[in-house]
C-alpha cells in the first residue's frame, strides 16, 4: 500500500465522501468512540476501501480528512466520544501539536513507511501508542485499546448531602438522582414485541454496511430470548456499546429507544441477584481503572460521599484481574491507576443493593464478572495511594441510600405537585426540565405520549411538554400544550382540581413572559380562586399563585398592587413552609426588586439580605439560585458597606456585575414549579 511519495495510499477525496457517508449522513455517534484517519495525499485504492471496511469492524464510526484545517476543527467539535487518531509521518508536523492535548483525544497512531524517521515523536508525544508501516498490527493495536476505552469509559455521579430541598439539587446531585428513578420508569414501561422491533430496526439502521454488527442484529432479531440478556450484554457487539453511551452521556432519545433491552437487563440481573446467599461477612468485589487527574481529583474532593456510576458497573470477583486492567502499561501523563475495592453487605443499609455474579452467564466467564444494576449508590470509605501496587486505592460501600433519596424525592413532589397519583415517569421528565434539560424532557414526554394510553396521563404529559417549551422561550408553543392540556383536565378531573389549576397558573406565565400581561392575569386569579376552593388554607402552591400575580404586576409597573400579593404570598409561605425554604427566599427577593424599582433601595438591600441569608443555609455555596439572589445590583449610592451582615456578603455583591442581567430578568423567568 506504500510508496515512495506519501505515507499511506489511502482513500481520494471523491472516495472519502463515499466511504464516509455512513458516517457523515447520521446526525451523530451513537458509539464511545469516534475513529479519524487524517492524511493530506490519500488516494483511491482498492486496498483502501477495505482498510476503511476492516476499521469499522472495530469502529463503526470512521471519518477521513485530507485538509489539515477541516480535520482539526473535527475534532475540536467532538464533545462526547473519545477520539482515536491514525496520521501519516508526514502530516504529523502539522496536526500533533494542535490536537494532542485536547482532552477527547485518547491515542493517536502514526502510519508511515519510514518509520525510523519518526519516532522521535514517541519521546515527544504521550498519546502516540506506536508508529507502524504494515496494516495488520495497526489495526491489532487500534482493535486492542478499543476495547480498553470500552472497559474505561465510566463517569460518576455524586451526591451532595444536606441539602434541604430535592427541588434545589445542585447538577451533580440531580445527575445522581435522575439515575435513581431512571430503573423505576424504565421498569413501569410497556416491554413488547413493537418495542423490541423499534429497536432492532434503529440498530440495523444505524449499522447498514457494516456486516460484522449487522450479523449480529440479525442474530439479536432471531434468536433474542429476555433470559439471554446478560450474555447479549456481555458480547462485543452494538448492544454494549450503544446502551453503554446511552447511560453515560444521559441521551433521552436512545435510552427510550433501548427501553426493551435495559428493562429486560435489569430485571434479570434482579432475579440472579436473589441467587446470592445472605450472611454477615460482606461479599468483595473489584475494578480497575486508568483515571485523568481531573477524575480522581473529584473522587478525592467527595470522599465519604455517597457516588453512583453512569450506567451498569461491571466489577470482578478477582482482585489480581482488577489490578492487570489498572496496571496496563501506558506512556499517556495525566492519568493514573485505580483499583476500586467494594464491599457489599447483605444485611442491613446494603441488602437492597442489585447485583449478580454473572460469570456462567457472561461471553467472557475467565473475567469472574459481578455486574451492579442501574442507580446502584455506594459511599467512599477512604481514598490513598499505595506505593507497593504503585496505584490508587479507593474503596467503596455498597448501600441503598440512592433508593431512599429518591423515594423522598417522589414523596416531596406529590405534595409539590398535590398530585397523589402522579407517576414516577411523569417525575422523571419534570426532573429533567428541572436540570436544565429543556429539549430532553420535552423529547422524553414526546415519546413517553405514545405509551400513554390514561386520558389522565396524557394531560399531565401535554403540561409538561408545555412546561419545557415555556423554559426553553417558546411561548407560543407552550401556550398550544398547555391548552390542550387544560381541555383534558376540564373533562377528565373533578372541578376545582389543583392540577388544572397548576395548568392556569402555567398559561398565566406564558402569557406574562409575552407580554400579554392582563391574560396572564386573567389566568392566574382563575387558578387562585380554584386553588382558594380545593387546597387547605395556607397551601404553598396557592402562595406560589400570589407571587405570580405579583409578578405580573411589577411587570405592569403597579409596584404597591405588586407588593401586595408578594406579601400576601410571603405570610402564608412563612406559615406553610419550613423556617428557611428557597421558596420563600425567593418571594423576599422578589420583594427586594419591587423596593429597587420604587428606588427604595435601603428596602431593597433589606429584602436581598433576607433573601441571601436563607439561601446560604438552603442551598450550596454555588448554587445558580443562591448567586441570583445575591445580584440584585443596587446603584453605586445606594450601597453602604456597614449595612452588610459580613464581608462575604459584601464580596458577592460588588463582584456580581456580570450577573446584573440575570437580576433584572428574574422578574420574567419561568416557573419552575407548576
Not at 430535592?166 to 410497556?190: C, G, H, N, Y
Not at 435510552?255 to 441467587?275: A, D, H, P, V
Request: some cysteine; overall charge neutral.
Amino acid at each position: 500500500m506504500g510508496s515512495e511519495k506519501s505515507d499511506y495510499q489511502g482513500v481520494s477525496p471523491s472516495t472519502i465522501n463515499t466511504e464516509n457517508t455512513e458516517a457523515q449522513m447520521r446526525p451523530s455517534n451513537l458509539e464511545n468512540l469516534t475513529l479519524i484517519w487524517f492524511d493530506e495525499r490519500i488516494n483511491s485504492t482498492e486496498d483502501t476501501k477495505q482498510t476503511a471496511k476492516m476499521l469499522r469492524q472495530i469502529n463503526d464510526y470512521v471519518v477521513f480528512h485530507t485538509n489539515h484545517q477541516t480535520c482539526t476543527e473535527y475534532v475540536k467539535s467532538i464533545q462526547k466520544e473519545k477520539i482515536f487518531l491514525i496520521i501519516s509521518g508526514a502530516c504529523s508536523t502539522d496536526i500533533l501539536p494542535l490536537v494532542h492535548d485536547l482532552e477527547h483525544i485518547d491515542s493517536i497512531f502514526v502510519f508511515c513507511m519510514k518509520t525510523q524517521k519518526y519516532e522521535h515523536l514517541l519521546n515527544e508525544y504521550s498519546k502516540i501508542i506506536g508508529i507502524f508501516n504494515e496494516l495488520s498490527p495497526l489495526i491489532d493495536s487500534i482493535k486492542e485499546n478499543a476495547k480498553l476505552v470500552e472497559k474505561h469509559t465510566q463517569t460518576f455521579c455524586f451526591y451532595k448531602e444536606n441539602q434541604n430541598s430535592t427541588r434545589d439539587l445542585s447538577k451533580e446531585s440531580a445527575a445522581f438522582l435522575w439515575f435513581q428513578l431512571f430503573k423505576d420508569v424504565i421498569l413501569k414501561m410497556p416491554q413488547t414485541e413493537k418495542s423490541k422491533q423499534e429497536m432492532i430496526r434503529i440498530c440495523r439502521d444505524y449499522y447498514r454496511g457494516n456486516s460484522k454488527e449487522l450479523k449480529y442484529v440479525e442474530e439479536f432479531e432471531k434468536e433474542y430470548k429476555p433470559d439471554d440478556s446478560i450474555r447479549w450484554y456481555t458480547k462485543e457487539s452494538f448492544i454494549y456499546k450503544l446502551i453503554n453511551k446511552a447511560l453515560r452521556t444521559e441521551e433521552i432519545e436512545q435510552l427510550y429507544t433501548f427501553r426493551f433491552f435495559i428493562s429486560n437487563l435489569s430485571s434479570c440481573l434482579g432475579k440472579e441477584s436473589q441467587r446470592i446467599q445472605r450472611g454477615q461477612a460482606p461479599i468483595n468485589v473489584y475494578r480497575g481503572d486508568i483515571l485523568p487527574n481531573a477524575e480522581l481529583e473529584k473522587l478525592k474532593a467527595n470522599e465519604g460521599k455517597l457516588i453512583s456510576m453512569n450506567g451498569f458497573l461491571s466489577t470482578s470477583r478477582s482482585r489480581e484481574l482488577a489490578l492487570r486492567f489498572a496496571r496496563k502499561p501506558t506512556k499517556r501523563t495525566g492519568v493514573f491507576s485505580v483499583l476500586f475495592h467494594i464491599q457489599c453487605y447483605m444485611t442491613g443499609e446494603s441488602s437492597d443493593i442489585i447485583f449478580a455474579d454473572i460469570t456462567e452467564l457472561s461471553h467472557f466467564p475467565e473475567e469472574q464478572e459481578v455486574l451492579f444494576d442501574l442507580g446502584a449508590a455506594f459511599r467512599i470509605e477512604s481514598i490513598h495511594f499505595e506505593d507497593k501496587l504503585n496505584l490508587w486505592h479507593i474503596r467503596l460501600k455498597a448501600t441503598n441510600e440512592g433508593a431512599q433519596i429518591a423515594q423522598e424525592y417522589i414523596e416531596l413532589n406529590k405534595k409539590d405537585i398535590d398530585e397523589r397519583t402522579v407517576s414516577v415517569s411523569i417525575m422523571f421528565g419534570r426532573l429533567l426540565a428541572d436540570m436544565g434539560h429543556y429539549d430532553k424532557s420535552q423529547n422524553y414526554f414526546e415519546k413517553l405520549l405514545t405509551d400513554s394510553a390514561a386520558d389522565e396521563d396524557v394531560a399531565s404529559i401535554y403540561h409538561n411538554i408545555g412546561r419545557a417549551q415555556n423554559f426553553k422561550g417558546k411561548y407560543d408553543q407552550a401556550l398550544e400544550s398547555f391548552m390542550r392540556s387544560l381541555r383534558m383536565k376540564k373533562i377528565f378531573l373533578p372541578p376545582n382540581h389543583a392540577s388544572t389549576a397548576d395548568t392556569l397558573d402555567n398559561i398565566g406565565v406564558a402569557y406574562r413572559s409575552k407580554g400579554e400581561y392582563d391574560r396572564a392575569l386573567e389566568y392566574h386569579m382563575k387558578s387562585l380562586e380554584m386553588k382558594e376552593i380545593c387546597l387547605p388554607l395556607n397551601h404553598a402552591s396557592t402562595a406560589d399563585t400570589l407571587s405570580h400575580i405579583g409578578g405580573v404586576y411589577d411587570s405592569k409597573g403597579e409596584y404597591n398592587r405588586a407588593l401586595e400579593y408578594h406579601m400576601k404570598s410571603l405570610e402564608m409561605k412563612e406559615i406553610c413552609l419550613p423556617s428557611n425554604h428557597t421558596r420563600t427566599a425567593d418571594t423576599l427577593n422578589s420583594i427586594g426588586l419591587i423596593y429597587q424599582s420604587k428606588s427604595e433601595y435601603d428596602r431593597a438591600l433589606e429584602y436581598y439580605i433576607k433573601s441571601l441569608k436563607m439561601k446560604q443555609i438552603c442551598l450550596l455555596p454555588n448554587h445558580a439560585r443562591r448567586i441570583r439572589s445575591s445580584s440584585g445590583v443596587l446603584p453605586e449610592e445606594s450601597r453602604n458597606e456597614k449595612n452588610l451582615p459580613s464581608s462575604e456578603s459584601w464580596r458577592i455583591w460588588s463582584s456580581s456585575g456580570l450577573l446584573h442581567k440575570i437580576s433584572q430578568n428574574e422578574r420574567n423567568l419561568p416557573s419552575s414549579k407548576p
